[in-house]
């Protein structure tokens, strides 16, 4: 089974998205490049860089993260792409994609 990841993406204005996926690479290239399949939070607002990523069991798994994580503070968020603040979730860190695939 292929895994759900949650990532977050911090734009130019230091503001951070928050979303989940199955493929982090592809993902990230759809808002990266602007295209239809964009987040209109992210359109027009690079450049783009992900800042947190991480691999989960299952979709409802993510999309519960996903709610907790967008309840968080700023401040929270900080701390939890620093590794200070855990998460409740059983994650496992991926890889980073900072360079689109295009």
């Not at 993260?65 to 309840?71: A, C, D, G, Q, T």
Request: positive net charge.
């Amino acid at each position: 089974m292929q895994p759900w990841f949650l990532y977050i993406i911090e734009n130019k204005y230091q503001h951070y998205y928050t979303g989940i996926c199955k493929d982090l690479d592809k993902r990230f290239t759809q808002h990266y490049t602007s295209g239809p399949l964009c987040a209109k939070a992210l359109r027009g607002k690079g450049p783009l860089t992900m800042i947190y990523a991480v691999g989960l069991t299952d979709h409802s798994t993510a999309l519960k993260m996903e709610i907790w994580v967008k309840k968080l503070t700023k401040a929270k968020k900080v701390q939890l792409v620093s590794g200070s603040l855990s998460s409740p979730f059983n994650v496992e860190m991926a890889p980073l994609v900072n360079t689109p695939s295009i």
